[in-house]
């Protein structure tokens, strides 16, 4: 079989590389089913194998794939790794890679069994499971999570780049195709949007059969569908669950809990459909609970359930950003000072923060009696009441950029494009 050419994730790779021959801590690639999880730790053993590690060193188990598929026991799976294993130069490392680890029951104590024999294992999971606190517990808090996202739009454009795909002269068009489409990877290699259509939507049905229909946890599958529904489709909306409870309490046997909707949202959190943005009051220091935003992982989970092709910039915006900053490594929250909001919050891992306003554009026609633009100053405001000497930002699709009051105004396309840290 001819081994397929990879489009290489370098946004992903980099964050790994310093722990390729780590063999006291487990490396766990967690997404969204069909991110490319499997393609980057295929990245991985090629990177290993230009470097000089023998191939009979590398062992790769794909637990969806034949001919491991069936593998669902600690048992069956150490046997394969145990034949594998006679292969293998004992006096090197020995790299382990396995594919969607959660099929097999009590993986843990396997995985860290063979830590202590000299692996550098790398593992994938789809769902929420490996974040759980179960698995800090029996894996003895020796792992490092990295989250994969789908495509952002920089690795959109060089994956249609490196198939060889038509790429427009005019950036903004492939914005907006990246928004319909979504960052499926695989989706990239299909030409008409249709079949890039088709693709998601097999996709997005793959992770409600195997991630959310078996769920057990799920005990009232009707209040759940319409709870998924409409979170899908108020995607980037302040979520009220006080009023979601008594919106949702007519086709429910009685009064909807809040602790119901919250474990449901957890359980679409998990399968990695949704991400939860809490607000954070700057006033106060305080989180605020009750007021999250829920964002989609990926756009696809939108366009590809709705017949309306209509882009609604605002939500559609600050999805795509919530998400490349979340790429990025930044913690997000949401702002208020008093009773203006800002966007978003942005916290790198140095304790740096940066404040972050998103929308479509600055410019129309409207004007206050004193003759100032009513949307550069409203989309301005809350940043401008902030009086800390952190960055502060304002995102637009505006090809004419201006600053004012110390604020960066960027173009979103360009910026996205250019992979630019904020």
Same mark, same amino acid.
């Given at each position: 079989m001819v081994k397929q050419k990879l489009y290489k994730r370098e946004m992903y790779l980099k964050k790994i590389r310093g722990f390729y021959d780590e063999t006291e801590i487990i490396k766990v690639l967690i997404g969204v089913r069909r991110c490319g999880k499997s393609s980057i730790m295929r990245m991985i053993?090629?990177? %290993?194998?230009? @470097?000089?590690?023998?191939?009979?060193?590398?062992?790769?188990?794909? %637990?969806?794939? @034949?001919?491991?598929k069936k593998i669902r026991t600690?048992?069956?799976?150490?046997?394969v790794i145990d034949l594998k294993s006679e292969q293998c130069d004992r006096d090197s490392i020995k790299y382990l890679f396995i594919d969607e680890i959660q099929n097999v029951v009590g993986f843990e104590e396997t995985i860290n069994a063979l830590r202590e024999e000299g692996f550098s294992i790398f593992i994938t999971g789809s769902n929420g499971y490996l974040l759980s606190g179960e698995l800090a517990t029996k894996l003895t808090g020796r792992y490092i999570e990295f989250e994969i996202s789908t495509l952002s739009f920089s690795e959109y454009l060089g994956m249609k780049a490196f198939l060889g795909k038509e790429i427009s002269v005019h950036l903004e068009n492939e914005f907006v195709s990246y928004i319909r489409e979504g960052g499926f990877p695989y989706?990239?290699?299909f030409d008409s949007y249709e079949d890039k259509h088709s693709y998601t939507e097999s996709v997005i049905d793959e992770i409600y059969e195997k991630d959310i229909r078996r769920n057990k946890k799920i005990r009232h599958k009707q209040l759940f569908n319409k709870l998924m529904v409409y979170i899908i489709n108020n995607f980037g909306a302040t979520t009220s669950i006080s009023r979601l409870c008594r919106a949702l309490s007519d086709i429910s046997d009685g009064p909807v809990r809040k602790e119901t909707l919250y474990n449901y949202l957890s359980i679409l959190e998990n399968a990695r459909i949704i991400s939860r943005c809490n607000r954070f009051d700057m006033k106060s220091r305080k989180s605020l609970n009750g007021e999250e935003k829920y964002y989609l992982t990926d756009l696809a989970f939108y366009y590809s359930k709705n017949t309306d092709n209509n882009i609604n910039y605002g939500p559609a915006l600050e999805n795509i950003v919530y998400n490349y900053a979340r790429s990025l490594g930044y913690s997000v929250s949401i702002g208020r000072i008093g009773k203006l909001e800002v966007d978003f919050i942005l916290r790198d891992a140095n304790r740096n923060y940066c404040y972050v306003q998103v929308a479509k554009t600055i410019y129309n026609e409207r004007f206050n009696a004193d003759g100032n633009n009513i949307t550069e100053n409203r989309e301005y405001a809350s940043l401008e009441s902030i009086r800390d000497g952190y960055p502060k930002y304002l995102l637009t699709m505006d090809l004419l950029l201006q600053e004012r009051s110390g604020v960066k105004h960027l173009n979103i396309i360009q910026m996205m494009k250019d992979e630019v840290r904020f």
């Open positions: 053993a090629d990177e %290993l194998i230009e @470097r000089g590690v023998d191939r009979k060193n590398i062992i790769f188990i794909s %637990l969806d794939l @034949r001919p491991h600690t048992d069956a799976l150490e046997n989706a990239v290699r």
